[in-house]
């Protein structure tokens, strides 16, 4: 038997403070006792974090696994200021590794780049001439290519575009290098052929130590463009040595049969089924997301749904009859309103069950869908650092979905306040992987530069306590596991983070918030990672 000492426990069951002890047994929660009720003979070890604030470990119920630990390998360019700096970042960081490996760095943002301009094949080639480059942009719907993987994919000027996607041409018919939404995903699964299990597996244990390393125990892993590696799962889960809890989904238009053969196989306590995952649009940002009423600098243009509505609709009827959880990728307020509708469908054929379906992301919604995410049990599933992060007055929502819109983007507070379930995550790769971001981000609504004064609607701020039960409890009841995970209560699973400051004292601070320091994670019970 062991204890954690602590003058600040946060179970997230109660809104609290307690001065004392964590009991564990094993890998699992024994008791909270209190510092005035304590004895010495209660434990065999004691770790001392007395001055530190101790809570359940973070589930980050969206990341993309895979993409997110080739990118870390690779090279992330998030922040990187200018395409030439990009390109000169990925070399210095792949030059000694072998030329004839795919190179897999991304995260970029042409937005904040001079004239927010697309890249091009040559300013890779400038720097890999012989090595393929496939780079993802930060919302991993584009990616940025250079000739030699162009050529080895064997993409050019007059491959046809794939519906829904597009090979980027210059004005004299010639590919730039950049591919549009759909046309990623079949290069993508290309390359990962590539890559064998067993290094999946191991980019993956590399990943589940960064995530340790924030205070993070538990993960919803999606399919990326339909990727789905399971002989990676399988190694993991008999090796039994992964430091954070996966749980995740496959592609939802994958056969029937595998679905419920992976259900049946990954039951594990670490390695776990969470059910299907598709996207029902792409963003507003590059015009894919489909809205409920048009662009306001396309007159006439809504987008599309990338599942037609008859399509949709017999497919999560059918999966919801076999018991299945759906997760559907929605931005724009018109695929949410039509994930709605499918859910809703679904529901009056089979009869509404505690299945906990998912929206993703949410970052807009028309306000007669507010309330139908708990009439239909609906998990919100959103990434609070996917809102504005920068620059707020020059945001492109602000010519794209016009000012009355946007008063509905984000809008944690109104739909929790409909008594709906909210599961936090950060959609890594997408943006920083640190759960403290998000925090700062839901709870004050300001950007990096603290603006706007007061917060961008500010009446969708979440108080820090509802954002720490969304990024723990939340995500665990979204996954099915809240009976074990999510709060620090006798019988639970001892999955914990201490944290070195208080947050409730710290919150406002934006510098403090994003520097916030983990001094501990446990996870079944064993430390994965101390300070």
Known sequence: MKAIRCKKIYTVASDALIDGYLLIDGNRIRDIIPAEEWHANLADEILDYEDGFLMPGFNDYHVHIAMAAMMEYFGTIRRTATEEEAAKYLYEHN????????????????????????????????????????????????????????????????????????????????????????????????????????????FTRAFAKMANRLGITSVGDLPLHGILREGAYRILQKAGDSSIRINFSVAMMESNEKIKAMEKEFTGPVVTFNGVKDFLDGTPMGYTGYLAAPYEDRPGFVSEPLIPRDKLLKRITELDALGVKCRLHCCGDGAVHLALDAFEEAGKVNGFRDLRHAIEHIEMIVPEDIPRFKELGVIASVQPEHSPRTHYSTHPFHHLIGEERMKYMWAFKSISDTGAHMAFGTDYPVVDFTPFKGLFRCVNRLTNELEPEGGYNPWEKLSLREALRNYTYGSAYACGREKELGTLEAGKLADITVLGKDPFEIIGDRDQMFEMPVLMTMMDGNIVYEA
Do not use: M
């Open 95 to 202: 030059k000694d590794k072998d030329p004839d490996q795919w190179i897999l760095g991304g995260a970029w943002d042409h937005f904040v780049w001079p004239g927010q301009k697309l890249p091009s094949k040559e300013s890779l080639d400038r720097y890999f001439p012989h090595t393929p480059v496939f780079s993802l942009n930060k919302e991993c719907h584009g990616a940025w290519l250079n000739s030699e993987a162009l050529r080895r994919l064997h993409i050019t000027k007059d491959t046809p575009n794939p519906p829904n996607g597009e090979y980027f041409k210059d004005e004299n018919g010639e590919l730039t290098g950049y591919v549009h939404e759909l046309a990623v995903a079949p290069l993508l699964r290309i390359i990962f052929e590539e890559i064998s299990d067993e290094r999946i597996a191991d």
